[in-house]
């Protein structure tokens, strides 16, 4: 057997040394993944066909800081998107192993993966397989982690279960679906942190309007842009909430247009805010062109166009 100098191929190295037993043949050599050509060419095709879409999400969110790495935020990914991703990988894998390998002067077989590996006689291949020691075999398998029965440590699992039954949610069927879940998890428990440490009233909105006036007869406050022939169009006041949902998709972070370095014309940047009981520095959030988005609704800073229907 060939591999690299991966961590888990110390482990494959030692089992394939014990398996050998006492012949002569070297059972495991290391070398460099980048001379396999064929298993560089399948990870190429296994991150085109799934993993691409789900490395740039979680790269997302590390990058607009919504993903910290400590215990919890790993457990609530785990727990929102896990079952999801093993659910693609095992489709791809589906897909691979029953795709049929044409006749071709560069492979000696030609046909299904899956039939190849199960009836190898069909196939005219040569056996290799050898008795090993009942002992070996034991304690090479206590060394192999079974397959866990949550995807994230049980009680964050179930406290994440109660969580979505109570608020009528749906597992996500896709990668938007998992992040806009766990976002909108991560957003409860902040909430939650922040009554405990602050027992004020609700503040009220107040909203500086185009004309620098005060406005405190809405919910939530907005600034709109507008990327008119004569340069961009602002306006900002107060709003509520639906209205603010009605545009999400037109926020500067989920609206692709609004994040180019070349803003095309007429394109429309629309942001909402509201106050964060405790945090003074909310008061006016819309006082400046720009909405900072620590105030702004979980729904208008994902990053992705997600469904709102989950929130």
């Known amino acids: 057997m060939r591999g690299d100098m991966g961590t888990e191929n110390g482990l494959v190295a030692v089992m394939q040394t014990l398996f050998a037993g006492d012949e002569v043949t070297i059972p495991f050599i290391y070398g460099k993944s980048t001379m396999n050509t064929r298993i560089e060419s399948w990870w190429g095709i296994l991150r085109k066909k799934c993993c691409q879409v789900w490395i740039s999400a ?58 190849m590996y199960l009836y190898p006689d069909l196939f005219n291949a040569e056996e290799h397989i050898r008795q090993v020691d009942d002992d070996v075999l034991h304690f090479c398998r206590s060394e192999c982690a079974e397959e866990d029965e949550y995807p994230c440590e049980e009680e964050i699992f179930e406290l994440g279960c109660i969580y979505m039954e109570e608020n009528l949610l749906k597992p996500p069927e896709n ?43 809405h919910t939530h406050c907005y600034v709109k842009k507008v990327n ?84």
């Open 58 to 115: 979680m790269k997302g969110l590390q990058e607009r800081g919504q993903f910290s790495g400590d215990k919890l935020d790993i457990n609530l990914i785990q727990f929102c998107c896990m079952q999801l991703l093993q659910n693609e990988l095992d489709d791809t894998a589906q897909v691979w192993n029953t795709h049929y390998i044409r006749r071709s002067r560069e492979y000696v077989f030609h046909g299904r993966p899956v039939n």
């Open 175 to 217: 990668v938007d679906e998992s992040i806009a879940l766990y976002l909108r998890i991560v957003l409860t428990i902040n909430n939650i942190e922040s009554t405990k440490t602050c027992h004020s009233p609700a503040s009220i909105s107040l909203c500086k309007t185009s004309s620098d006036d005060v406005d405190s007869s």
């Open 228 to 311: 008119t022939a004569h340069g961009w169009f602002i306006e900002r006041g107060g709003t509520n909430e639906s209205v603010c949902i009605t545009n999400a998709g037109m926020s500067t972070i989920n609206n692709p247009d609004c994040r180019a370095t070349t803003t095309p014309p007429w394109t429309t940047c629309y942001d909402c805010c509201q106050q964060i009981n405790c945090d003074p520095t909310s008061v006016y959030c819309n006082a400046q062109d720009v909405i900072n988005p620590k105030y702004m609704p979980l729904y208008m800073k994902t990053g992705i166009r997600i469904s709102l229907e989950i929130l």
